[in-house]
């Protein structure tokens, strides 16, 4: 039952950013519980992440983990707690704060 809950969220996930923002980031990988974006080099994923917890979103900054330079800037984004009535406000959220 959880499997198929927590893959109706990934796909509501992903339907909404490609639908908000269908050139803006690029869903890098998908699988589980998590859903990985890639944002543009300008972009900083630790200060996306950091002013997100603000509005309640967590999303994990990918960069702090990258040994290569320039570091790819990207977001791990967990479904297990998504709200799906919330969803589309909670996206906009976050591509107003990757801009």
């Not at 702090?64 to 906009?92: D, F, I, K, S, Y």
Request: charged content about 25%; hydrophobic content about 45%.
């Amino acid at each position: 039952r959880m499997k198929r809950l927590y893959a109706a969220r990934r796909e509501a996930l992903l339907r909404c950013l490609g639908e908000m923002a269908p050139n803006a980031i690029k869903v890098r990988a998908t699988a589980g519980l998590a859903v990985v974006i890639l944002l543009p080099e300008s972009a900083s994923d630790v200060d996306i992440a950091s002013r997100a917890l603000q509005f309640g979103l967590a999303p994990s900054p990918l960069s702090p983990w990258c040994m290569q330079h320039p570091r790819q800037q990207g977001l791990l984004l967990c479904v297990t707690n998504l709200n799906e009535r919330r969803l589309p406000a909670e996206c906009r959220r976050l591509l107003e704060l990757a801009r």
